[in-house]
């Protein structure tokens, strides 16, 4: 529970810097969000342990969009991203951009110890 609460004060955090101060009110707002609760690591997950538990959030649409803009500058991907495609990073938040695709940002956490962890392989 702690993991999911600091997701979405991260979120909140994020998105923040993204809309003008003039217009900005504190509003919770709707997110396409998706996630897995796993043990181990994501290339190599398995059912979750009392002593071995991770969750990673896969966010799409606005809420992607907001984060990528208010991460910036840009980096060069080390996955390999299509033509036209964007990559923002900061520690183990990770936002794209994809033509085919639209925004995303994935991000995780340890829930026993409640660190950041990655939400992605690549």
């Not at 609460?5 to 955090?13: D, K, M, Q, R, T």
């Not at 896969?58 to 907001?66: D, F, V």
């Amino acid at each position: 529970m702690k993991g999911f609460i600091l997701a979405l004060v991260l979120l909140a955090a994020l998105a923040a810097p993204a809309q003008s101060e003039q217009g900005w009110e504190w509003k919770l707002r709707p997110a396409e969000v998706k996630y897995v609760i796993y043990g181990g690591e994501l290339g190599d997950p398995y059912a979750p342990k009392s002593n071995d538990v991770h969750v990673a959030f896969y966010i799409r649409g606005r809420t992607a969009r907001e984060m990528f803009e208010a991460m910036g500058p840009d980096r060069k991907s080390q996955c390999g991203i299509e033509k036209g495609g964007r990559v923002r990073e900061k520690e183990h938040v990770v936002c794209s951009y994809r033509p085919a695709d639209g925004y995303q940002c994935d991000l995780g956490f340890d829930l026993r110890s409640g660190k950041s962890i990655g939400g992605s392989i690549c």
